[in-house]
């Protein structure tokens, strides 16, 4: 029963990976979805699970197919971690990829042609999709999903999966593998549930797209001014808030991104919980939000996230930050106090923003 539930387990979140493809067209879903296909097939190919669904085949016939499925798997699990990182074209990754896919399918070849014990052939294989696992783990972790998330399940789960598949050389024939067996599903059924919460995801357009502010990149030092754009905001539904005060007093019609370190519980629907380090995560979630319509970025927390990342790489993420809403047609606006930096701080930030007078 054990069996059947894994195979279940893997082919639902292909499922879900599938979804989230076809809904948002991210192209790293796209290998993902694969390698997880490819996942839900080695499965397949097991001999007790094909046993669990009326099959008897030879076993050791199976053994190179679930090898070289390995292979295929870990290679696209890499594939996946390199285009998050937007390294897929670089010439280093494409000789990377080129010599795992020789050497990986040329280990195989050579002992299934000798005969060699099955242990021997899934060595390798086994030990590299556990690498992969890993890799495609932290990188979800740091570039796409976050910590403070359901969805962070999924690449825990990967991971510890990863961390079984890398003891296979030393505990396929011990006793500690049936155990293994059963982490192991514990692990998938992690991965299921953070997939789901990572597919169904939605970010909701703006009521309007028409608001009374001009299109560009500004700052406001004034609190009246910045109530005045978040008052025009609420009643539009349009915009998105990242602030270290999110607002009291009801649901905000506009997504608001709660910059803290504190806090693990949102105070309304619409408020998400972000850290102050991971300024590549927001920098992703506020883009989907203008890919979906919304044409107004507030930025009411600049001074914390220099203080927690330094200035540099916070200022580096307000060029990010401006750019992909300028591209999209938007408006920028920084609320921030000019006194509360170094005068050579506060002249990068001015050359890169005008002052706004609503």
């Known amino acids: 029963m054990l069996e059947i539930l894994n195979v279940i387990m893997r082919l639902f979140t292909w499922g879900f990976a599938l979804y989230r493809w076809v809904r948002k067209q991210e192209k790293f879903m796209l290998f993902l979805s694969l390698a997880l296909w490819i996942d839900v097939l080695a499965a397949l190919a097991q001999g007790p699970i094909l046993e669990e669904l009326g099959v008897n085949p030879e076993v050791t016939a199976l053994m190179p197919l679930m090898a070289l499925l390995a292979v295929i798997q870990g290679v696209l699990l890499l594939v ?4 998050i990182l937007e390294r897929l074209e670089s010439l280093r990754a494409q000789v990377l990829l080129t010599a795992i896919v020789a050497g990986g399918s040329t280990y195989v070849l050579i002992t299934t042609i000798y005969s060699l014990s099955p242990s021997v052939l899934m060595a390798f294989p086994v030990s590299f999709v556990g690498l992969s696992l890993m890799t495609l783990s932290y990188v979800l972790i740091e570039r796409s999903i976050g910590i403070k998330n359901i969805a962070v399940l999924f690449p825990l789960g990967a991971f510890l999966l990863g961390v079984i598949n890398l003891t296979y050389p030393v505990t396929i024939n011990t006793s500690l593998s049936s155990y293994f067996y059963g982490a192991g599903a514990l692990f998938r059924t992690m991965m299921l549930i953070g997939m789901a919460k990572y597919a169904l995801f939605q970010v909701t357009p ?11 990149a500004f700052y406001v030092d004034n609190p009246r001014h910045l109530q005045a754009i978040l008052q025009k905001m609420e009643s539009a539904g349009n915009g998105v808030l990242i602030t270290r005060s999110p607002p009291k007093g009801g649901t905000p019609t506009f997504p608001v991104f ?16 972000i850290p102050p380090t991971d300024m590549g995560i927001l920098v992703d979630l506020v883009k989907r939000h203008l890919e979906m319509g919304h044409s107004i970025v507030v930025l009411d ?6 203080l927690e990342n330094g200035f540099e790489r916070a200022f580096k993420f307000l060029l990010s930050l401006k750019d992909h809403v300028l591209n999209a047609g938007g408006t920028l606006i920084v609320a921030t106090d000019p006194s509360t930096y170094l005068e050579k701080q506060w002249r990068l930030i001015e050359k890169e923003l005008g002052g706004l007078e609503v």
Not at 80 to 83: E, K, Q
Not at 206 to 216: A, E, L, Q, R, Y
């Open 80 to 83: 996946t971690s390199l285009a």
């Open 258 to 273: 709660w910059v803290t370190n504190v806090s693990s519980s949102a105070p309304s629907e619409n408020v998400t919980i």
């Open 301 to 306: 927390c600049f001074e914390y996230l220099a």
């Open 206 to 216: 703006p009521k309007t797209t028409v608001v009374n502010i001009p299109k560009g």
